[in-house]
């Protein structure tokens, strides 16, 4: 019996001493000086951590490096054929874009459009060769889905001058010596000015 009336003192919680400023429960800051031991005991705690993550830091670089000395050859050659595998997917992919653009250059004004329109996987088979007839298919029909990517039959347009338009249209041809534009020009102004 003694026993348990001790563990009951032990358990039985102090009360903290109030202030008639606010409850200390409520207000963290209501005692300045138990927030300060608070706080300097966080700052030991932190400080006691960052030197343990510094201390065990080179020990994580050295069980990885185990770890990776630990694997097998299977696995390493995995890892270099998945990587292989990723290089030549690129290369396909560079190679089938490039044959779709050439193939459109001779029919889009902008062979770029119709090698972004086109999924580039979709024209390698099994022992990735290219499909050209299925890319000249897609090609058409791309270009009946958009006419307007289509290369302009006659080349681009170029405006044609024409003499007549304009202010020589009406019969008072300017002479187009810089000179005389100028002396005209001159002219006008000091006749307007009186």
Known sequence: MPEETEVEQAEEPQEPD???EGDSK??????????????????????GHRTKVRELEPLAAKAKELEDAQKSEAER??????????????????????????LAA???????????ALDPSAYVDESGSIDEAR?????????QRKPHWA????????????RTQ??????????????????????????QGR
């Open 151 to 162: 290369k302009p039959a006659e080349g681009p347009r170029r405006p044609a001058p024409d």
């Open 26 to 47: 409520t207000d963290p800051w209501a005692d300045p000086e138990a927030a300060r031991r608070e706080i300097e005991k966080l700052r030991r705690e932190n400080a």
């Open 77 to 102: 050659l995995t890892e270099q054929l998945t990587a292989e595998r990723e290089r030549a997917a690129s290369a396909t992919r560079v190679a089938v874009t490039a044959k779709v653009e050439a």
């Open 166 to 191: 304009g202010s020589s249209g009406n019969g008072n041809r300017t002479p187009n010596d810089p000179a005389t534009v100028f002396a005209e020009f001159m002219s006008q102004g000091l006749k």
């Open 18 to 20: 109030v202030s008639p």
């Open 135 to 143: 890319i000249q298919t897609d090609l058409a029909d791309l270009l």
């Open 106 to 116: 001779t029919t889009f004004a902008d062979p770029t459009d119709a090698a972004g």
